[in-house]
C-alpha cells in the first residue's frame, strides 16, 4: 500500500504554514504564551489537495478498525439529585477511536501503512506545536485518531488532570482535521470570560487547532449533508505534548524555532512517490 502521508509533517505544509512551523509568523508564534489565549484555530497552512489525499486514504485504510467509545450521560444524573440547581455534568462522549497503542493491533498496522505514524510521530509534526505554544516539549509525546460520524460528540470538560505531575500544570494539544465531504457542520465551542461562547467551526479538511489545555471546551454533534449519512466522518489526528522538564537534555526536547538552541524544521521533500514522502 502506497503511504500517502509523507514522513515529515513539513511536507503538508502550505508556504504559509512553513512560515509558522521556522517562527517566521510573528503573531502565531508563542501565542499560547498569553495566559488568556488558550486556543488556535488555523487554516491554510496545510496544501489543500495533499489534505484530500490523506484524508481519503485514512478513511479507506482505518474505516473498518474503529472501536467505539462512548460515555453517556449517567442514568442518575436526574433522578439523584436532592437539591435544586446542584447537577453535575460529567465528561460525556460518542466518537470512534482507533488503537495506536499496540503495534500489533489493526488499527496500528493500517496507519503505518499509508504513513500516518511515521508522519504524527515526526520532529516537525511536534515543532508546529511547540511554536505556536511557545513552549519546549518533551520528545516523547501521545499520539491517537479519532472518528466522529452523525450525531457522534464530546460534552462539556475542561482536560484538566491535577492527579498527574506532569500535566496539571498544563499541556499541548494538537488536532489536524481531515473531514469528509458528507459532513454538514461540526463546532468547537469554548470558554471565554467565564462562559462558553466562542465558537469555531473544526469541520475543516487540513484545518488545525492547537490547545493550551486545561480550559472548558465541547464538540458539537456531527451533521451529515442530507443524503450523506453513510459517509459523514470527521477524522482528528491527535498529539498530546508535556512541557520539557527544566534542565532536560536537548536530545529529549523540541525546542520552538527561533528559541535558544532550536534546530533547524525539518527538510521539506517531495510529496509524492520516491524518497521522502509517499514510499512504499
Known amino acids: 500500500m502506497k503511504k500517502t502521508f509523507p514522513a515529515e509533517f513539513a ?3 502550505t508556504p504559509k504554514g512553513r512560515r509558522i512551523l521556522e517562527g517566521r509568523d510573528r503573531e502565531l508564534t508563542g501565542a499560547l504564551l498569553d495566559p488568556e489565549r488558550r486556543f488556535v484555530a488555523l487554516q491554510g497552512v496545510i496544501d489543500p489537495r495533499k ?37 453535575l455534568l460529567p465528561k460525556t462522549v460518542r466518537v470512534r477511536t482507533a488503537l495506536l497503542e499496540s503495534r500489533r493491533s489493526r488499527s496500528y498496522r493500517a496507519a503505518e501503512a499509508v504513513g500516518l505514524t511515521d508522519m504524527m510521530r515526526s520532529d516537525s509534526f511536534a515543532a508546529f506545536a511547540a511554536v505556536v505554544s511557545g513552549r519546549t516539549l518533551r520528545r516523547k509525546w501521545g499520539i491517537q485518531v479519532l ?25 499541548v494539544d494538537m488536532h489536524v482535521s481531515l473531514t469528509m465531504p458528507g459532513v454538514e457542520h461540526q463546532y468547537l465551542v469554548y470558554a471565554k470570560d467565564g462562559h462558553l461562547s466562542e465558537l469555531t467551526k473544526v469541520s475543516t479538511v487540513g484545518g488545525v487547532t492547537v490547545y493550551r489545555l486545561p480550559f472548558w471546551h465541547y464538540t458539537t454533534p456531527v451533521v451529515a449533508r442530507r443524503g450523506a449519512e453513510a459517509s459523514a466522518r470527521r477524522w482528528v489526528l491527535l498529539g498530546t505534548f508535556l512541557d520539557a522538564a527544566p534542565g532536560a537534555r536537548a536530545s529529549s526536547t523540541i525546542v520552538p524555532a527561533g528559541a535558544p538552541g532550536a534546530r533547524p524544521p525539518a527538510r521539506v521533500a517531495t510529496f509524492g512517490s520516491g524518497g521522502g514522502a509517499g514510499r512504499r
Not at 460520524?149 to 499541556?171: K, S, V, W
Open 51 to 87: 489534505a484530500v489525499a490523506c484524508r481519503d486514504a485514512l478513511d479507506a485504510a482505518l474505516r473498518d478498525t474503529l472501536v467505539s467509545m462512548e460515555d453517556p450521560i449517567p442514568h442518575d444524573s436526574i433522578s439523584g439529585m436532592t437539591m435544586n440547581y446542584m447537577e
Open 147 to 171: 472518528c466522529y460520524g452523525p450525531g457522534d460528540y464530546t460534552g462539556p470538560h475542561n482536560d484538566h488532570h491535577p492527579e498527574e505531575p506532569e500535566a496539571r500544570d498544563g499541556y
Open 11 to 13: 511536507d503538508l505544509l
